[in-house]
């Protein structure tokens, strides 16, 4: 089964390495992926790495260009180019856009044109605030249909007391069982 897939990524610059990690074993397990970065994502050098060797790693994997803009992400529901739409890492700011409705990002707009055609969409988080601020965002996007979650814990319960971050070598299971309609339990580990 040829799964086509759309991999947007946001700019939680400290869990790049770990989600690109995952996203190499899912290329190498066949899945046909297409990686979609975050203006951010793209553009933003940090004490993590530098932005173009982010998105070289990103585009030799994939073996495609990433969609960085609104019009190269616009067509994604319309011509149903992927059978899941992978927003990771999810920051506390895209959480929000989603919530909220707003599509003025490369991921809203991928996800809002996914959603279009009720495809799912799975968000693996990575926000410092997801028991305070993003926690009400996060409740809303869970009633929500077609929105799935990577199962997420707390990350260093004792500094950041508030921070959780997805178990990003889950995302392959999430994406098969939001494929077939189903939220993997449990979402909070």
Wanted: with cysteine.
């Amino acid at each position: 089964m040829n799964r086509r897939i759309g991999f947007a990524l946001c700019g939680s610059y400290c869990t790049l390495a770990r989600t690109i990690t995952v996203l190499e074993r899912m290329v190498q397990a066949g899945w046909d992926i297409t990686p979609i970065v975050s203006e951010n994502m793209a553009t933003k050098d940090t004490r993590f790495g530098k932005a173009q060797d982010f998105i070289d790693q990103i585009e030799d994997l994939c073996g495609c260009p990433a969609l960085r803009t609104l019009q190269d992400v616009e067509p994604i529901g319309p011509k149903e180019w992927f059978d899941a739409l992978v927003i990771a890492p999810c920051t506390g700011s895209t959480l929000a856009r989603l919530a909220y409705g707003l599509s003025d990002t490369p991921q809203t707009l991928a996800a809002k044109s996914q959603l279009r055609v009720e495809r799912p969409v799975v968000l693996a988080v990575s926000t410092n605030d997801a028991l305070s601020a993003s926690a009400e965002n996060i409740g809303k996007l869970l009633n929500r249909k077609h929105y799935y979650f990577v199962p997420m814990r707390q990350d260093a319960p004792q500094t950041k007391p508030r921070s959780m971050v997805a178990v990003l070598e889950n995302i392959p299971e999430t994406v098969e069982a939001a494929m077939n309609g189903r939220q993997i339990q449990p979402i909070l580990l």
